[in-house]
């Protein structure tokens, strides 16, 4: 995210945040709400083309290896573009930088739509990842920016967009999809659209992302991984999110096939609604369970069991490869875990490192992402070549890994350098790391 939010809101609010007026967090300039819509298109990218991934193969004459690229070259470019983001909002401020975001999202959105095979889909989807780093890398500072009533009634604002969006993603992606593949990104397009037409007319005033007119270095991001606590957590995201997203975009085939066994039909619509329960157990813990484990517990504790909670639920997945009920209920079981998650490590980011916010959020984030985006890549040609469970028992690897990880690189953690957050700094971490 911007390094610009906290200050942003300090030169927009003043002294108000010190002591917010007690209006209601539904009164909000319209600009406010504008953004926000555009937040929850934005975070439903991730999970609308989830449902349809089996009906694209289908039509398209593609492999499930191949469709699940639309995956990795979405977080891949999403990944290498955050090395960036700051750089560039630093220099053509917040808004252009949301303008430009959306742009590119509508326009890939609706070629992908448009695709005739699914290599053209693959390439579209990366211009796609591309518009969506620009845009969710500023748009909380946009909305604490313009908010009415205290930056934390702005951030609630932001976390209940990426809740909904993270939510609600699977399932319209299972809605239109059952009319045909073509509908999620045909409807992502047109709402991003009406976003963009809100966020121009609408989002006025100074909208300067760097404090004090200051910019970023367009290496920060890479410069950042020289400190180890960084390094240890941004890899510790790397091998957690590659479980994240084999969850996530390879589970579509073995429920199908588990469905199959048992002489049901498993298409877009049944696939949305068990992801749009994924989505909401992950939206519940990250915004609301997790602050309580984490302020009970310890950071460390939480990362720790949840990391192990998630590698039993992998692992149970691929004992049971064959079981539709068993299949759902880890998947959905997952995403508690995985919103835990999420907000933990991100927050344990924020207190590891003295560096900048913007830069080690967005250094972290890059990580994570291009880790997400190997998932996929793999998932598919291991499946094929060894059998259908054994992408869950990589994941259960890889998130040994990242334990292991994270208990050799503790002496980095063991005192952090950074006193704990504002509710304000930290719902900023925690919204860019769940994405």
């Known amino acids: 995210m911007s390094s610009s939010t ?45 449902p349809i991934l089996p009906a694209i193969s289908q039509d398209l004459d593609a492999t499930p290896g191949q469709t699940m690229l639309l995956f990795t070259s979405y977080l891949f470019i999403t990944g290498i573009a955050m090395f960036f983001t700051g750089w560039v909002s630093s220099r053509i401020g917040v808004k252009k930088t949301l303008l430009i975001g959306l742009v590119l999202i509508v326009a890939f959105a609706a070629l992908a739509g448009a695709s005739g095979n699914v290599g053209e889909i693959i390439g579209f989807r990366a211009g796609w990842g591309l518009g969506n780093a620009l845009f969710i890398s500023t748009a909380l500072s946009a909305i604490v920016g313009a908010a009415a009533g205290g930056s934390g009634q702005a951030v609630m604002l932001y976390e209940a967009a990426l809740g909904v969006g993270m939510a609600v993603g699977p399932l319209l992606g299972g809605l239109l999809g059952s009319i045909s593949w073509r509908g999620p990104f045909f409807g992502t397009a047109a709402l991003m659209a009406i976003g963009f037409i809100a966020v121009m007319a609408l989002l006025r005033g100074p909208q300067n992302s760097a404090p004090s007119g200051q910019k970023i270095s367009l290496t920060a991001g890479f410069s950042a991984l020289k400190d180890p606590a960084l390094r240890i957590l941004a890899l510790t995201a790397l091998f957690y999110n590659f479980a994240f997203f084999t969850l996530l975009a390879y589970s579509p ?147 040994a890994v990242a334990i292991v ?30 994405e």
């Open 253 to 399: 085939y073995p429920l199908e096939a588990a469905a199959a066994q048992v002489g049901k039909e498993f298409g877009a619509h049944e696939l949305g609604l068990v992801f749009f329960g994924w989505g909401l157990a992950l939206a519940i813990a990250s915004v609301f369970i997790a602050p309580l484990l984490t302020r009970r517990f310890g950071l460390r504790p939480v990362l720790y069991t949840m990391l192990g909670l998630l590698a039993v639920c992998m692992a149970v997945a691929a004992l049971a490869i064959d079981s539709l009920v068993t299949l759902i209920v880890m998947i959905v079981l997952s995403g508690l875990f995985q919103g835990v998650m999420n907000t933990a490590l991100t927050e344990t980011v924020m207190e590891a490192t003295s560096l900048p916010r913007s830069i080690a959020s967005s250094t972290y984030s890059g990580v994570r992402f291009i880790g997400g985006g190997l998932a996929p890549a793999i998932a598919g040609p291991i499946s094929d070549a060894l059998g259908a469970e054994i992408p869950y028992w990589l994941a259960v690897v890889t998130i």
């Open 405 to 434: 990880l994270l208990v050799f690189g503790g002496k980095h953690l063991t005192a952090p350098r950074r006193p704990h957050e504002s509710a304000e700094g930290e719902a900023e971490a925690i919204a860019v790391g769940s």
């Open 6 to 50: 906290s200050s942003t809101a300090t030169e927009t609010h003043g002294t108000a945040d010190a002591a917010p007026p007690k209006t209601s967090i539904l009164k909000q300039p319209i600009a406010v709400w504008a953004i926000a819509f555009a937040c929850m298109v934005s975070f439903m990218g991730i999970g609308l083309v989830d």
